[in-house]
């Protein structure tokens, strides 16, 4: 009704109105660039009038043109004017043109003040209004400085419509004018009883703003806000202070015990989902608190169970909120979230992608040796299902990640995960064979006991033409073939069939192979035949050995002609070895075991930091010759086995004549560290002597036809192998779960292990720790030495008794570009009680350490805890920094009071904090696409690092990158990956990382470049500490 | 005592058609031109690609997004990794009832052409990123007093007349 008295008034005829405007844009939409730089000009004509009513209406259509994307900021003096309006018709248009566009940097804010005070203090309170909610967009420090008595004084205003405005905008006076905050609190707190509803929760909300910031200031208001709460019926208001709540119960965990019961009540009683959402979301973080402290008073089963009736509901939002929720309890309370694995399965088939990612994070925590297989298998249906490869890929990449966790540790079957890895190698167009090759590898390598069956897997998978068909196409999957030929020649004493396997490995077709991949199947052809020749020996029918040889001789010219330099080298060395055994076998001669010895030596899993910690015992130089030296072709020949790593290593590199002493010892320890890391680096099969075979010819071996015309549908009982695991897995446990309860009753204290694990399963589900692994795997970790220190110790001066600062970790402020926060984990390795510990830093001109008001800039900060022997706990200390394009170095010490029984001493520790480039960075995660436009913005400069003799896995290599310097991944495809991340002053830092022959190179771009060099520095550092 | 900047409980608001045409934006952070106009692209692109089935949440640089649709538009609000999504979804339900009461079911065109209007609901609605008010009721009061005060429409349009 306001409307239509307004529509009644008189029409001014100017150029052109608002409405007209907006018209004449829609009217032109094919030359609007033009139509609108006509406006402004006539625009600018108005501007120049002195009646103010044409000037506010060229400002309102400024506004409109502003939101278009056009500058207007040359008209900041004019929306001056038109706010300075005596009329509220052009006041109002005027501050919200200056709501819209005006800046920290508009100079003509400075003329503003005292229309503002004027307009305060109008005696209409619609004046006043209009000038606060202009003023909440753009106040100044110094409008701040100038204004906060003014607003202070509004806070008490008769008319509830401008106290809780005044309340509002307090909070924006007190972070850009931060002195106000200590005369202005007490009435903020006064607002708190206001008559008005909407004044109370006005000043709720900004004493829930400021808690939230600097809890500990407030901890004295927590009984007031504690009443508010009982008292309360505006879920708003509630959601704002459980929220205060959840800033204050870290620093209080007595109050977590008495808000369990307020909140459960809300829990049960709102029909607010945003309501319980908070209370949800907070009793969970109150859990995280008493974790930590070990206090935890309950499982938060009431909160998983109102989340799981979240998750069911129908509303996507609902659904995504309730998983996100429950992956934060997951962290936790493991346990009471394992129990809903249905229903996270179930959020697989949702069509919501964003909801489907968040049910695979889930998984991966939620998995255990019990469910392993299950969901697994779950998941395997879906990459059937799954539309799109992206999802897929992720799909398969989950379940990877899902296996091989901490260890391989909830695998209890590794054949049924071989079969898995096989079965994924059906995949059509996935982009990730080389994990899976990576995993068929790993696997084999440090699990003993598997070699045999996956030995007869990835024959199978040789045999199988289709891997080889798809070789062009789909280059990824054809990874997989890699691992499948290094495994049947490596553990070829398990091969049920060497001939056939060995012809398979040199059909032609092989030929279409990339050549790294060609490479290894001449390599291991040859490693089979030495099996084969072996396994022959001894007998009088000679047919089989003579017939690989030829075999051989017949099929390796082909690869001699290849265009890759690796495979036309292997091929013609080996050609020729077996033509000269071809010649010695034709006179009788015995060459097995000559031929075996070629690859003989056994290839163990050792870790990669093994040789670095061995000591070096006393009386030991290492670079003193042992024996004279040799001439230098002998010298590299430690080893025979080692003939072909060799041959690799003096093409790289030329070979010198003349190499010093301590050149030698290097790449001597270099080799060694290769070779240790290096899974290709192998022992020959040892032989088992075995009888007389009939003689099997090539064209006699079956090859088996496998139908792919319907992608991942395959043909008999070879796909669905691995459900045949959990069947088998299924019956086992109930068997052994039978004989438990057998033992039981017959026994009760045969073994008080047993026994109680019987007693649990009577009364519940059998819990993790009882399921056995159904063969004795042994898994390998990896191999150090007897004497070799703790991983943990390694940069420590184990003499120091009071040993502190274990971890220190640096991380940038999201809130705040100056800010950083470092969490220091304080650990007393010593036997006495620690107290009074005081931590103080050497400040730099741009590093300093925020303290408390009032004191001192050298003054220490006192620990807010004490250690007893064995203890560690974490605080937190707060940095701003100026500048984070330079790394820095701060020294500073520890003083504390170390307590024994009859004295007590005090103590100081010096220490260096290390602020990395790095830890300036934050972990931002981005889209491909904005990823692009990133790069192609001419603001970014560019650089580029390599990285020489990286031997890592390229997903480890990435989540290194990842992990220690705060990256994210954009897209990975094969061995190159985009990476970025954000510093929190807002620089971007974009990485391409290519990986090839263990040589990394990185291209990097940022906007700042010196800031990138030393993060590239720094992620230099952290592969040669590796 | 105040070491860090706020915590707020909405960064900024966004309105905008289903062509990606920007109706109406409304910052609670101070930011340049150049990345206010950076940042609404980005977001426009990101959201318009959603599938309709999708959830309104989405994780976009270190903030959330909070979207929903109500006929031709979007309506968009960014809140920090500790806000409630589901109360910011509450909000932009509440601004869209408030405009359909004011406007008398509100259509694009309306705030389109009346675009000074939904900036004057929003800031009774709203202030620094803060709900100020929870009553309907209060914020369509203070709206069309102010309206009364206003003795002259510039330049007459008709509101409804579109």
Same mark, same amino acid.
């Given at each position: 009704m306001a409307l239509k008295m307004v529509k009644g008034s008189i029409d001014r005829i100017f150029d052109k109105n608002l409405q007209d405007l907006v018209r004449g844009v829609r009217s032109h939409r094919e030359d609007e660039a033009k139509y609108i730089s006509s406006c402004i000009d006539e625009i600018k004509q108005e501007l120049k009038q002195d009646n103010i009513a044409v000037k506010a209406n060229a400002v309102c259509k400024l506004t409109y043109l502003q939101m278009l994307g056009?500058?207007?900021?040359?008209a900041a003096f004019n929306i001056v004017e038109v706010m300075s309006s005596s009329k509220f018709t052009y006041k109002r248009i005027g501050y919200l043109a200056a709501s819209q566009c005006f800046h920290d940097g508009t100079d003509v804010i400075m003329l503003t003040t005292n229309q503002i005070r004027k307009d305060l203090s109008s005696p209409n309170q619609y004046d006043t209004g209009v000038a606060l909610t202009g003023l909440s967009c753009f106040v100044t420090p110094d409008l701040a400085r100038d204004l906060a008595n003014d607003i202070m004084t509004l806070m008490s205003h008769t008319k509830p419509y401008i106290r809780k405005k005044a309340v509002l905008i307090m909070y924006k006076v007190f972070l850009k004018y931060p002195e106000s905050l200590r005369p202005a609190f007490p009435r903020l707190k006064e607002k708190l009883d206001d008559p008005d509803p909407g004044v109370q929760s006005a000043a709720v909300n900004v004493i829930c703003e400021l808690a939230r910031r600097n809890p500990r200031n407030y901890l004295s208001l927590a009984p007031l806000f504690f009443k508010l709460m009982t008292s309360s019926t505006n879920n708003w208001v509630l959601i704002k202070i459980i929220k205060l709540f959840g800033a204050l119960t870290p620093l209080e965990p007595r109050l977590g015990k008495k808000l369990i019961e307020p909140l459960t009540n809300l829990i049960h009683s709102t029909s607010a989902m945003s309501l319980l959402y908070e209370c949800v979301n907070t009793v969970i973080a109150d859990c995280c608190v008493c974790v930590k402290t070990d206090t935890c008073p309950r499982p938060p089963q009431l909160c998983v169970q109102k989340l799981r009736i979240l998750i069911e509901d129908s509303d996507q939002n609902l659904k995504y909120l309730g998983l996100l929720a429950m992956s934060k309890i997951l962290k936790t309370h493991p346990k009471s979230v394992q129990s809903h694995k249905d229903l996270v399965l179930q959020c697989l088939d949702d069509k919501d992608e964003s909801i489907r990612l968040r049910a695979l994070d889930l998984l991966y925590g939620m998995v255990s040796k019990k469910n392993l297989m299950e969901i697994v298998k779950k998941l395997m249906v879906h990459v059937d299902k799954a539309e799109g490869t992206t999802y897929r890929d992720e799909l398969l990449t989950k379940i990877i990640d899902i296996c091989s966790q901490s260890n391989y540790q909830y695998i209890t079957n590794f054949e049924w995960y071989i079969s898995i890895l096989v079965e994924l190698t059906r995949l059509e167009g996935t982009r990730h064979g080389h994990l899976i090759a990576s995993q068929m590898l790993d696997v084999a390598v440090r699990v003993k006991a598997i070699r045999g069956f996956a030995v007869v897997q990835m024959a199978t998978l040789l045999d199988n033409t289709t891997l080889l068909a798809g070789s062009g196409q789909h280059k990824s999957i054809c990874e997989v073939l890699y691992a499948a030929a290094w495994i049947c020649g490596e553990f070829s004493e398990h091969l049920e069939d060497p001939v056939h396997t060995l012809e398979a490995m040199l059909?032609?077709?092989?030929?279409?192979?990339?050549g790294h991949i060609q490479a290894i199947y001449i390599q291991n052809a040859a490693k089979l035949f030495a099996a084969v020749l072996n396994g022959q020996q001894g007998t009088p029918d000679c047919q089989t050995m003579q017939e690989s040889s030829q075999l051989l001789i017949d099929r390796l010219p082909l690869f001699v002609q290849s265009a890759d330099l690796e495979v036309q080298e292997r091929a013609s060395c080996i050609l020729q070895l077996v033509k000269f055994i071809q010649k010695l076998q034709h006179k009788e001669v015995e060459v097995g075991e000559e031929v075996t010895a070629l690859f003989a030596g056994e290839l163990n899993p050792v870790a990669p930091k093994a040789q670095k910690k061995v000591p070096v015992p006393d009386?030991?130089?290492?670079?003193?010759?042992?024996?004279?030296?040799?001439?230098e072709s002998e010298s590299e020949d430690e080893k025979p086995v080692a003939v072909f790593a060799e041959e690799e290593l003096r093409h790289a590199r030329p070979h010198h004549t003349e190499v010093d002493e301590k050149e030698l010892a290097r790449r001597r320890e270099a080799r060694k560290q290769e070779q240790a890391n290096n899974p290709f680096y192998i022992k020959a099969s040892p032989t088992s002597q075995k009888g007389y075979q009939d003689s099997t010819g090539v064209e006699h071996i079956p090859v088996v036809q496998i139908d792919l015309s319907v992608p991942l549908k395959v043909p008999g009982g070879w796909m669905s192998t691995s459900d045949k695991y959990l069947k088998l897995e299924e019956e086992r446990r109930q068997r052994e779960r039978k004989e438990r309860g057998k033992k039981e009753k017959k026994k009760k204290k045969k073994r008080e292990k047993r026994s109680g694990m019987g007693r649990r399963h009577d009364s519940g589900p059998e819990s993790e720790e009882d399921i056995a692994p159904a063969h004795m795997v042994d898994i390998v970790t990896e191999e150090m030495p007897e004497? +070799? !220190?703790?991983?943990?110790?390694?940069?420590?001066?184990?003499?120091?008794?009071?040993? +502190? !600062?274990d971890v220190c970790d640096i991380q940038g402020n999201l809130q705040n570009g100056s800010q950083v926060v470092v969490s220091i984990i304080f650990e007393n390795k010593s036997t006495s009680f620690l107290k009074s510990m005081e931590f103080n830093v050497l400040d730099s001109l741009n590093s300093k350490l925020q303290r408390p008001e009032g004191s001192g800039p050298h003054d220490g900060l006192t620990v807010p805890f004490q250690l007893p022997p064995g203890v560690s706990n974490e605080a937190r200390f707060i940095f701003s920094v100026q500048s984070i394009v330079m790394p820095q170095r701060l020294k500073g010490t520890l003083t504390f009071i170390v307590k024994a029984d009859d004295s007590s001493t005090h103590e100081k520790l010096d220490f260096k904090l290390h602020f990395t480039c790095s830890s300036y960075l934050i972990t931002t995660p981005c889209y491909s696409d904005t990823f692009a436009k990133l790069l192609e913005s001419a603001d970014l400069k560019g650089t580029s690092v390599r990285l020489q003799e990286v031997s890592l896995p390229f997903h480890h290599l990435l989540a290194k990158i990842c992990f220690h310097h705060h990256f994210s991944v954009v897209e990975r495809i094969d061995s190159c990956a985009s990476l970025y991340s954000r510093s929190i002053q807002g620089h971007h830092v974009c990485l391409l990382v290519k990986y090839a022959h263990q040589t990394v190179t990185i291209d990097a771009k940022c906007d700042e470049s010196s800031l990138l060099g030393n993060v590239l520095e720094e992620i230099k550092k952290t592969f040669s500490q590796s | 005592i105040i070491c860090c900047p706020p915590p707020l409980q909405m960064q900024f608001m966004l309105l905008f058609s289903r062509q990606g045409k920007l109706r109406l934006q409304k910052w609670y952070v101070p930011l340049s031109d150049k990345e206010k106009k950076k940042i609404t692209r980005e977001l426009v692109q990101t959201v318009l690609a959603r599938?309709?089935?999708?959830?309104s949440f989405l994780e976009w640089r270190d903030l959330k997004i909070v979207y929903k649709r109500y006929a031709s538009l979007y309506f968009c609000c960014a809140i920090e990794d500790q806000d409630n999504e589901l109360i910011t979804l509450e909000i932009i339900h509440r601004y869209v009832e408030l405009l359909d009461k004011y406007f008398g079911s509100v259509c694009e065109l309306d705030i389109i052409f009346n675009f000074e209007k939904a900036y004057f609901i929003l800031d009774e609605f709203l202030l620094g990123g803060e709900a100020q008010e929870t009553s309907k009721k209060n914020v369509l009061k203070a709206i069309e007093q102010a309206d009364l005060l206003q003795e002259v429409r510039l330049g007459g349009g008709d509101l409804h007349g579109i």
């Open positions: 056009y500058d207007i900021s040359w059909r032609p077709k092989v030929a279409t192979l990339p009386g030991l130089d290492l670079d003193a010759w042992i024996n004279e030296p040799p001439s004497n +070799a !220190l703790s991983s943990d110790d390694d940069e420590k001066d184990p003499n120091d008794p009071y040993r +502190a !600062l | 599938k309709p089935k999708m959830c």
